[in-house]
Antibody, heavy 118, light 111 residues
Framework: QVQLVESGGGLVKPGGSLRLSCAAS????????MSWIRQAPGKGLEWVSY????????YYADSVKGRFTISRDNAKNSLYLQMNSLRAEDTAVYYC???????????WGQGTLVTVSS | QSALTQPASVSGSPGQSITISCTGT?????????VSWYQQHPGKAPKLMIY???NRPSGVSNRFSGSKSGNTASLTISGLQAEDEADYYC???????????FGTGTKVTVL
């Protein structure tokens, strides 16, 4: 069965960096686009970034452009999100999600909490 | 790009039908058939309920249905059950630079 398991979250000071990982299993990872989506505590969902199956096409939300970098390693069935210059408003649960290529996400991980606070 | 507009809350009694609206613009909901709906129980990850306006993934109850008219998409839950109590989010492709936009979210309460 499809599984997505995020890791790497934690407490970081403003201006700091963190790298999230998402381990995928149960499907051919290299065939699928992937996304990171976040949810601030008590708030709604916000799409963060997208990467194509080969990694050649990448998109970012305006709120993270220039600070976050999405990448993937198809040999390791893994998705990553490098987050730099973190701000308090980046505090959220970060989900990795499989993009169906139909502009929707059919599987989601359980999420990893990132807290940016001094 | 502003979030799609959803009612903050909708409630109904067991067995009733409820409808959640999701209003956007011609740049997102109205312009493309790429509206999807997600159910989220407290502390859990979102779950896909409807994709491409009205398609149900395998395993999702046929009590859930989707539709669209103009710039507004709708999710209808018929035969409301206690387990349907959750937050629901719509999402759409958008021609703006953000590519994806979510709705503001709706809390469904089963009375």
């Amino acid at each position: 069965q499809v599984q997505l398991v995020e890791s790497g979250g934690g407490l970081v000071k403003p201006g700091g960096s963190l790298r999230l990982s998402c381990a995928a299993s149960g499907f051919t990872f290299s065939d699928y686009y992937m996304s990171w989506i976040r949810q601030a505590p008590g708030k709604g969902l916000e799409w963060v970034s997208y990467i194509s199956s080969s990694g050649s096409t990448i998109y970012y939300a305006d709120s993270v452009k220039g600070r976050f970098t999405i990448s993937r390693d198809n040999a390791k069935n893994s998705l990553y999100l490098q987050m730099n210059s973190l701000r308090a408003e980046d505090t959220a649960v970060y989900y990795c999600a499989r993009d169906s290529s139909g502009w929707y996400w059919d599987y989601w991980g359980q999420g990893t909490l990132v807290t940016v606070s001094s | 790009q502003s979030a799609l507009t959803q009612p903050a809350s909708v409630s109904g009694s067991p067995g009733q039908s409820i409808t959640i609206s999701c209003t956007g613009t011609s740049s997102d909901v109205g312009g493309y058939n790429y509206v999807s709906w997600y159910q989220q129980h407290p502390g859990k990850a979102p779950k896909l309920m409807i994709y491409e306006v009205s398609n149900r993934p395998s395993g999702v109850s046929n009590r859930f249905s989707g539709s669209k008219s103009g710039n507004t998409a709708s999710l209808t839950i018929s035969g409301l059950q206690a387990e349907d109590e959750a937050d629901y989010y719509c999402s759409s492709y958008t021609s703006s630079s953000t590519f994806y936009v979510f709705g503001t979210g709706t809390k469904v309460t089963v009375l």
